[in-house]
C-alpha cells in the first residue's frame, strides 16, 4: 500500500512540473525575446561641441571660448592750432576789445590845434588803459616833439603813434619760450600766479601750443591743494595725451614737481610743465614755497622758463602781485590772460617795465588753443584797429 502511494505522488508530482514547464515555454514565447537583465538607456546625441560625456559617468560641459570683443577704440586727441592761425585770432580779438585806446588817441591827435588840454587828455586815456605813469609820460614827450617837427595830419598821427607804442611795447625783447633743456634734458618750466588768474587752464593751454611743435611733454600737477586744479589739469593732459603726475590732495607740492620731472628725465621728453600753487597769504610762505619746488626740481634738471600769469582785467592789483612774484622767483616770461576783455591793453607796458622782463603769451579767450605768443606790432596794431 505504501509503494502504491508514493509511485501516485511521483506521478502526481511529474505532472506538475511538467504543467509548471510549459507554461514557461508558452509564456516566453508569447512576450517575444526575453529582456536581458541590464538595460542600456542610450543617451542623446552632443547637440553641441561643448558637451563631452564619456562612458560610464555624467556629462562633462566644456565652457565655449568666448567670442573675441574688439578693443574700445582709443578717444581721439585733439589736434590743436599752430602759431599761425593764433596770431591771426590775436589780432581779430584785439582789434575788438582794445580798438577804443587807439581811436580815442588817433581822434585827440588828429585834431587841428594840439593845445595843452589835447595833450592833458591824451595822458588820461593812456593811464586809464594802466600803460603806468612813467611810461605814459615818456610817450607823450616824444609824441610831443614828433609831431611838433614833423607837422600833424591824421596820416603822420597815426604813423607816428604806432612808431611810438611799438616802441613802447618792445619789439627788441625776446619773446620765445626757453622749452629746450641741455645734456640731453628736457626744458623745465615753473608756471607761477595767484589763483583765479587762469593759472591751471595757462598750463593746459600752453601745452598743446607745445604738442602742436610736435613736443614731447609731460605735466606736474604741483597745485595739490586745490583737488579741482589737479582734475583740470588731467583733463587738459587726456585731450592731447600728454601724462600728468600727480598726488595726493595737500601732499607735498615740491615731491609731485620732481616726479614730474624725473619722468621727463627717464622717458626723455622735451619739457615738463609744472603748474604750481598759488596761495598768497604772506610772502614769506609763498617764497618758502616756491622756493623749495625750484631747489627740488633743479636736482634732476635745470629751470629753463618760469612764466607768471597775470589776469590783465586787474590793471593795478596786477601789478601788486607781479613785484611779490619777483621778489620770490626769477621770473623771465609774463603771460596775461583775459587780455581779450579788457579795454586796458596798456598794462602788456606797465608790467614788462616793472619787472623788466617780457609779455610772451597773451590769452584771447575761453577757447582751448585761444593762447597766443605776443607779437609787438601785432597788439599795436590791433590797438590802432
Known amino acids: 500500500m505504501n509503494n502504491v502511494s508514493d509511485w501516485l505522488y511521483l506521478i502526481i508530482g511529474i505532472l506538475v512540473v511538467g504543467v509548471v514547464a510549459l507554461g514557461f515555454v508558452f509564456t516566453g514565447r508569447k512576450g517575444g525575446t526575453p529582456k536581458s537583465s541590464t538595460e542600456v538607456i542610450a543617451r542623446p546625441a552632443p547637440t553641441t561641441p561643448a558637451e563631452v560625456e564619456e562612458p560610464g559617468t555624467e556629462p562633462v560641459v566644456v565652457p565655449e571660448e568666448p567670442e573675441a570683443q574688439p578693443e574700445p577704440a582709443a578717444p581721439a586727441l585733439d589736434r590743436p592750432e599752430g602759431t599761425k592761425s593764433r596770431l591771426v585770432r590775436l589780432r581779430e580779438r584785439l582789434s575788438r576789445s582794445q580798438g577804443a585806446l587807439g581811436k580815442g588817441l588817433l581822434a585827440l591827435l588828429s585834431r587841428e590845434r594840439l593845445d595843452e588840454d589835447t595833450w592833458e587828455d591824451i595822458e588820461d586815456t593812456l593811464l586809464t588803459a594802466d600803460i603806468g605813469v612813467a611810461p605814459t609820460q615818456e610817450l607823450v614827450e616824444k609824441l610831443r616833439t614828433r609831431l611838433r617837427v614833423e607837422g600833424g ?5 597815426r604813423a607816428v603813434l604806432r612808431e611810438e607804442l611799438v616802441d ?35 598750463v593746459g593751454k600752453i601745452s598743446r601750443i607745445l604738442v602742436a611743435e610736435e613736443k614731447q611733454v609731460v605735466l606736474g600737477a604741483a597745485d595739490t591743494f586745490r583737488a579741482a586744479a589737479v582734475e583740470q589739469l588731467a583733463t587738459w593732459g587726456e585731450r592731447v595725451g600728454v601724462p600728468v603726475v600727480r598726488g595726493e590732495e595737500g601732499s607735498d607740492p615740491a615731491s609731485v614737481a620732481f616726479e614730474a620731472v624725473k619722468q621727463g628725465v627717464d622717458e626723455a621728453r622735451d619739457v615738463v610743465l609744472v603748474d604750481t600753487a598759488g596761495r598768497l597769504q604772506n610772502k614769506a610762505g609763498l617764497m618758502d614755497e616756491l622756493g623749495k619746488v625750484k631747489r627740488v626740481i633743479e636736482k634732476q634738471a635745470p629751470v629753463t622758463e618760469v612764466l607768471l600769469v597775470l589776469d590783465a ?21 609774463i603771460v596775461l590772460t583775459k587780455l581779450d576783455g579788457s579795454a586796458k591793453g596798456g598794462i602788456v607796458v606797465a608790467v614788462q617795465r616793472e619787472l623788466g622782463v617780457p609779455v610772451k603769451l597773451v590769452g584771447l579767450g575761453e577757447g582751448p588753443d585761444d593762447l597766443a605768443p605776443f607779437d609787438a606790432e601785432a597788439f599795436v596794431d590791433a590797438l590802432l584797429g
Do not use: C, W, Y
Open 168 to 202: 613802447l611795447v618792445g619789439p627788441e625783447m625776446d619773446r620765445r619760450l626757453a622749452v629746450t633743456g641741455a645734456d640731453g634734458k628736457p626744458g623745465v618750466v615753473l608756471v607761477v600766479g595767484v589763483n583765479g588768474a587762469g593759472k591751471t587752464t595757462t
Open 313 to 333: 582785467t586787474t590793471g593795478q592789483n596786477g601789478m601788486i602781485q607781479a613785484r611779490v612774484f619777483s621778489d620770490v622767483v626769477d621770473v623771465t616770461g
Open 153 to 157: 595830419g591824421a596820416v603822420d598821427a
